[in-house]
């Protein structure tokens, strides 16, 4: 690589130094990125271990001195215990949940969050998915370096306040609702800022200053909350309780999961592991769902690659985001494991998986692979519709071939859906969702009677 950070004319692309071809021979090339095909297990994971602390030991001193509020997880929130990597045990409540939306789920994959609520439907969870939050704002962080530690950490610190006194406008207590994390950018991201915000006591006194002004604070404190529950493990603590609702059967669907990045690559210490998932050697989010669901889960050589998304990509190396999506991940997926879908848990990398596809024909690479999240799939074989709930419309790559393969007429559902559209046209919506309780204050709030 050469620096070229003149203004020659060249374009800049944000990294610093421009990039340029390390003119590798195609066996240098392989050796050089050999490692991410070895074996990369729970046990090549656990180096280090004795320096990596649990934050939620200085939580507890902080709390017991008086520094901060713990938003505690309740017997009311139906917790269930998970083992994380290093053995830990993790409260991942069940119910009474406060849905912290993803932008670029609403945004991009909006059957990604349709279909969590649905399933919630299903099974009677309590929740409150209200209109009062705001982005994590970390794309902005990793994405273009313009952010700052305090920024995030204020906006964390707003968002689960909120969750915290959001059931107030029901008539309720403090804390009835607890935070469920759509986002892995943000689940990764909120767990990267607590850490910082229990060790530094600097950060803390800043921050704190900013949520006084936003009246954000509990009895003049921090509130930190006790566990970051990503939707994915909720996902993956239910999932007898949705296989017990499944209407098709998938056991003849080949799937492989692409384990995203900042759910377990960051503060890999708080990734949930099951000894009974895959010998207990990879993240067990999205595996365990579509295990329980009967589907044969097969490897692949490149599991452990990032979708290529890794944000400056996606912005300035654009065209590096597409080809490593799809020679790296798509490709490899189709060719070693004769994949009919690709599951992940993220947002970006849905995105990045699901919607380069069809950039590839451009270059002759004509892959077709459907993408999908751990939830649409659970919700597609649940009997939800393709079209109302798990919109797959909106994915660039075609599931039609995974769908007729699951046994669902498309064609049929998409008859359905077409006229489904007329009657929202004519005003005749149809909600998963009580619109009323989406405000808590301000314009719009109207006070309804307490949810039984």
Not at 246 to 271: E, L
Request: proline letters at 3%.
């Amino acid at each position: 690589m050469t620096n070229s950070n003149n203004n020659d004319g060249g374009r800049f692309t944000g990294h610093g130094d421009e990039w340029r071809d390390a003119n590798l021979s195609p066996e240098d090339a392989r050796v050089a990125t050999s490692w991410v095909e070895q074996k990369i297990d729970r046990r090549s994971m656990l180096t280090n271990k004795d320096r990596v602390e649990d934050v939620r030991d200085i939580m507890w001193q902080l709390e017991k001195d008086g520094e901060i509020v713990v938003h505690r997880i309740h017997d009311e929130h139906e917790p269930v215990i998970v083992k994380t990597l290093y053995g830990w045990d993790k409260k991942i409540p069940t119910n009474q949940l406060w849905h912290h939306k993803s932008c670029g789920q609403c945004g991009n994959i909006p059957g990604y969050p349709a279909s969590l609520l649905w399933l919630m439907n299903q099974m009677d969870i309590r929740y409150l998915d209200e209109t009062d939050q705001t982005s994590c704002t970390a794309w902005n962080y990793h994405g273009s370096g313009i952010g700052n530690l305090e920024s995030l950490a204020a906006v964390f610190l707003r968002n689960f306040h909120q969750a915290y006194v959001s059931a107030k406008a029901e008539g309720l207590p403090e804390g009835y609702y607890y935070p469920l994390v759509h986002c892995g950018t943000s689940f990764g991201n909120y767990k990267e800022v607590r850490g910082y915000l229990l060790q530094s006591a600097e950060l803390r006194d800043r921050v704190k200053k900013i949520l006084a002004k936003l009246d954000r604070l509990v009895d003049g404190k921090l509130l930190i909350p006790e566990e970051i529950v990503h939707y994915s493990e909720w996902v993956h603590v239910m999932r007898g309780e949705i296989a017990n609702r499944q209407t098709i059967d998938c056991s003849h669907i080949r799937s492989t999961i692409h384990p995203a990045c900042h759910v377990y690559k960051m503060v890999p210490q708080d990734a949930i592991y099951d000894d009974n998932i895959l010998g207990g050697n990879r993240v067990a989010v999205s595996t365990g769902i579509m295990e329980a669901l009967g589907t044969q889960v097969i490897d692949y050589s490149t599991w452990y690659d990032c979708c290529g998304f890794g944000f400056r990509h996606i912005i300035s190396e654009r065209e590096f985001t597409r080809s490593f999506a799809i020679d790296r991940k798509i490709s490899v997926a189709i060719d070693e494991a004769q994949s009919d879908v690709m599951i992940g848990h993220d947002t970006g990398c849905i995105t990045t998986l699901d919607k380069n596809q069809w950039i590839g024909k451009a270059d002759g690479k004509d892959v077709d692979l459907p993408v999908l999240a751990d939830c649409q799939f659970a919700a597609l074989a649940c009997g939800a519709h393709p079209y109302k709930i798990v919109q797959s419309h909106w994915h660039a790559s075609s599931t039609e071939t995974l769908m007729e393969k699951m046994g669902i007429d498309w064609q049929a559902k998409k008859a359905e859906f077409e006229n489904y559209l007329k009657e929202v046209e004519a005003g005749k919506q149809e909600n998963l969702y009580d619109p009323r309780r989406m405000f808590t204050s301000g314009p719009g709030f109207k006070r309804i009677e307490k949810q039984p």
